[in-house]
C-alpha cells in the first residue's frame, strides 16, 4: 500500500531557508514585488514603487510592451542561442543593464554592493547613481563586472568634476548623465507620507516600523545612510532628515545644456550615455553631438504624466538615428520578452530598476538574483520560441506589429 501511495506521490524535500521557500514560491516580478511590500514599511515601499502624479506613465511603460506583436517562426535549430552583445564597447551577456536608483539601502543594509554583486557576477552593467548610499570606490571593489557612473550635475560644479574623477580612477567605465530631471517629479505617495530621507519618525513612521521589525532592526543596526558621494559634508550628505524633492532642487544645476555636455566629455573622457531622451528631435540633437549612447527614458514615470512609454517611441528613433548610435529602452521591463521585443526593435538593450529594488527589498542579494534570472531566463526562452538564435542578428519581419 505504502509503496503504491509513493508511486503517485512525491514527497518535496523541505527546505530549511526561508528566503529560499519564499523566492521559490515567486512565478513573476510581482509576486517578488508583493513579497517587498509585506517586508518593507510602507513609505519606503511607496519610495521605490511609487511614480510622479496619477502614476500613468509608469503604468504605460510597462503596458505599451504588450503592444508589439512578435512573429514566431518554427523548425529551426535553437539549440544554441546567442544572447551576447556589446553596449558602449562593453561586452555583454545579454543586451542588459541594471539602471541607477538613489537611496538604495533604504531597502537592505547591502543596498549597493548587494546589487553590484548579483550584476558583477552575471557580467551586465551596473549604474551606481549620485544619490547612491554606498560610495563609488566600496561598489568598485565589490563588482566584477562594468561599472556606470549616474551624473546629475550639481550647483557645485566642482564637487562634479570630483565624483567624475573619481569614477574614473576607481575604474568605472561610462558616465550616464540623466538629462529628465531639471526639477524634481511630484511624486505623490510620498507627498502623502511626508516622506523625508532620511524617514523622520513621527508616530505613523513609528508604528510601520514595529509591524515590520525585521527591516527596522536592520535600520537600527546598521550606519545611518547617507549619500555616500558627499558624505561628510552635513549640508548636503543627507544626514539631516529633507524630502528628495527640496535635496535635488536645491542641489541640482536647472541650467544644464547641450553646451555643458563637452565638458563632461573633457573631464571624463569616458563614453556618454543620456539617459531620459523623450523625443525623436533630442535623439537627432545627441547623434549630432556624437554621445556614445542614448537611453529612451521617463525615469520610470517618476517626473510627470504624459511622457511617451519608451518601447513605443523605440521605432520612431530607430528609423532617424539607429545606425548612428546605440538606443536603449529603459522602463517597464518586467520579463524577457520585453527584452527581446525591444532588441527586436533595434535597440541596443534595455535598462530596468524597480526589478532589482523588488528583489532587494524581497530577499537581500539572493533576491536580486530572483530577478536577473526571471529576466535573463526569459530572453533565452523568448528567443527559442520565436525561432531566433542572435539578439543582433534577428531576423527581418520578427515583429509582426506595434498596435498603438
Ligand atoms: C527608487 C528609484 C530611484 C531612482 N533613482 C534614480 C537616480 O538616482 N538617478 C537616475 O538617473 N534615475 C533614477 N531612477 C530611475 C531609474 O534609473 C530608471 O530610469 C527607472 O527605474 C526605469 O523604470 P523601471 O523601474 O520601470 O525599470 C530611480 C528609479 C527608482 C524606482
Same mark, same amino acid.
Given at each position: 500500500m505504502?509503496?503504491?501511495?509513493?508511486?503517485?506521490?512525491?514527497?518535496?524535500?523541505?527546505?530549511?531557508?526561508?528566503?529560499?521557500?519564499?523566492?521559490?514560491?515567486?512565478?513573476?516580478?510581482?509576486?517578488?514585488?508583493a513579497?517587498?511590500?509585506?517586508?518593507?514599511?510602507?513609505?519606503?515601499?511607496?519610495?521605490? &514603487?511609487?511614480?510622479?502624479?496619477?502614476?500613468?506613465?509608469?503604468t504605460e511603460?510597462?503596458r505599451?510592451?504588450?503592444?508589439v506583436?512578435?512573429?514566431?517562426?518554427?523548425?529551426r535549430? $535553437?539549440?544554441n542561442?546567442?544572447?551576447?552583445?556589446?553596449?558602449?564597447?562593453?561586452?555583454?551577456?545579454?543586451?542588459?543593464?541594471?539602471?541607477?536608483?538613489?537611496?538604495?539601502?533604504?531597502?537592505?543594509?547591502?543596498?549597493?554592493?548587494?546589487v %553590484?554583486? $548579483?550584476?558583477?557576477?552575471?557580467?551586465?552593467?551596473?549604474?551606481?547613481?549620485?544619490?547612491?548610499?554606498?560610495?563609488?570606490?566600496?561598489?568598485?571593489?565589490?563588482?566584477t563586472?562594468p561599472?556606470?557612473?549616474?551624473?546629475?550635475?550639481?550647483?557645485?560644479?566642482?564637487?562634479?568634476?570630483? =565624483?567624475v574623477?573619481?569614477?574614473? %580612477?576607481?575604474?568605472?567605465?561610462?558616465?550616464?548623465?540623466? $538629462?529628465?530631471?531639471?526639477?524634481?517629479?511630484?511624486?505623490?505617495?510620498d507627498?502623502?507620507?511626508?516622506?523625508?530621507?532620511?524617514?523622520?519618525?513621527? =508616530?505613523?513612521?513609528?508604528?510601520?516600523?514595529?509591524?515590520?521589525?525585521?527591516?527596522?532592526?536592520?535600520?537600527?543596526?546598521?550606519?545611518?545612510?547617507?549619500?555616500? %558621494?558627499?558624505?561628510?559634508?552635513?549640508?548636503?550628505?543627507?544626514s539631516?532628515?529633507?524630502? =528628495?524633492?527640496?535635496?535635488?532642487?536645491?542641489?541640482?544645476?536647472?541650467?544644464?545644456?547641450?553646451?555643458?555636455?563637452?565638458?563632461?566629455?573633457?573631464?571624463?573622457?569616458l563614453?556618454?550615455?543620456?539617459?531620459?531622451?523623450?523625443?525623436?528631435?533630442?535623439?537627432?540633437?545627441?547623434? &549630432?553631438m556624437?554621445v556614445?549612447?542614448?537611453?529612451?527614458?521617463?525615469?520610470?514615470?517618476?517626473?510627470?504624466d504624459?511622457a511617451?512609454?519608451?518601447?513605443?517611441?523605440?521605432?520612431?528613433?530607430?528609423? @532617424?538615428?539607429?545606425?548612428?548610435i546605440?538606443?536603449?529602452?529603459?522602463?517597464?521591463?518586467?520579463r524577457?520578452?520585453?527584452?527581446?521585443? %525591444?532588441?527586436?526593435?533595434?535597440?541596443?538593450?534595455?535598462?530596468?530598476?524597480r526589478?532589482?529594488?523588488?528583489?532587494?527589498?524581497?530577499?537581500?542579494?539572493?533576491?536580486?538574483?530572483?530577478?536577473l &534570472?526571471?529576466?535573463?531566463?526569459?530572453?533565452?526562452?523568448?528567443? @527559442?520560441l520565436?525561432?531566433?538564435?542572435?539578439?543582433?542578428?534577428?531576423?527581418?519581419?520578427?515583429?509582426?506589429?506595434?498596435?498603438?
Amino acid at each position: 500500500m505504502l509503496k503504491s501511495v509513493r508511486s503517485v506521490v512525491q514527497l518535496r524535500r523541505f527546505e530549511f531557508s526561508k528566503t529560499t521557500r519564499r523566492l521559490n514560491a515567486c512565478g513573476d516580478l510581482d509576486d517578488l514585488r508583493a513579497i517587498a511590500k509585506k517586508r518593507l514599511p510602507g513609505g519606503v515601499f511607496d519610495y521605490f &514603487d511609487g511614480a510622479a502624479e496619477d502614476e500613468v506613465t509608469k503604468t504605460e511603460n510597462s503596458r505599451a510592451f504588450a503592444n508589439v506583436e512578435l512573429r514566431p517562426r518554427i523548425l529551426r535549430d $535553437v539549440s544554441n542561442i546567442d544572447t551576447s552583445t556589446t553596449i558602449m564597447g562593453q561586452p555583454v551577456p545579454f543586451p542588459i543593464a541594471l539602471s541607477p536608483t538613489g537611496f538604495t539601502r533604504i531597502a537592505h543594509p547591502q543596498g549597493e554592493l548587494a546589487v %553590484a554583486r $548579483v550584476a558583477g557576477a552575471m557580467g551586465l552593467p551596473f549604474t551606481l547613481s549620485t544619490l547612491g548610499t554606498r560610495s563609488i570606490e566600496e561598489v568598485a571593489a565589490v563588482a566584477t563586472g562594468p561599472l556606470w557612473y549616474q551624473l546629475y550635475v550639481w550647483k557645485d560644479r566642482g564637487l562634479s568634476r570630483e =565624483l567624475v574623477q573619481r569614477a574614473k %580612477a576607481a575604474g568605472y567605465k561610462s558616465i550616464m548623465l540623466t $538629462v529628465d530631471t531639471p526639477v524634481f517629479g511630484r511624486r505623490e505617495r510620498d507627498v502623502r507620507r511626508g516622506f523625508t530621507l532620511p524617514p523622520k519618525i513621527g =508616530l505613523e513612521t513609528f508604528i510601520d516600523g514595529i509591524l515590520h521589525p525585521k527591516w527596522t532592526w536592520d535600520f537600527v543596526r546598521n550606519e545611518p545612510i547617507t549619500f555616500s %558621494a558627499v558624505a561628510g559634508r552635513a549640508d548636503v550628505d543627507g544626514s539631516r532628515a529633507i524630502t =528628495l524633492a527640496d535635496y535635488v532642487n536645491s542641489q541640482f544645476d536647472p541650467t544644464l545644456s547641450w553646451k555643458d555636455l563637452e565638458w563632461i566629455r573633457e573631464e571624463s573622457g569616458l563614453p556618454i550615455m543620456l539617459k531620459g531622451i523623450q523625443c525623436v528631435e533630442d535623439a537627432l540633437v545627441a547623434a &549630432d553631438m556624437g554621445v556614445d549612447a542614448i537611453a529612451l527614458s521617463n525615469h520610470g514615470g517618476r517626473q510627470y504624466d504624459g511622457a511617451p512609454a519608451p518601447i513605443a517611441l523605440l521605432p520612431e528613433v530607430m528609423q @532617424a538615428v539607429g545606425n548612428r548610435i546605440e538606443v536603449l529602452v529603459d522602463g517597464g521591463v518586467r520579463r524577457g520578452s520585453d527584452v527581446v521585443k %525591444a532588441c527586436a526593435l533595434g535597440a541596443r538593450g534595455v535598462m530596468f530598476g524597480r526589478p532589482y529594488l523588488y528583489g532587494l527589498g524581497a530577499a537581500g542579494e539572493p533576491g536580486v538574483k530572483w530577478a536577473l &534570472d526571471h529576466i535573463t531566463q526569459g530572453v533565452t526562452r523568448t528567443m @527559442a520560441l520565436i525561432g531566433e538564435t542572435s539578439i543582433t542578428h534577428m531576423s527581418d519581419g520578427v515583429v509582426k506589429r506595434v498596435r498603438q
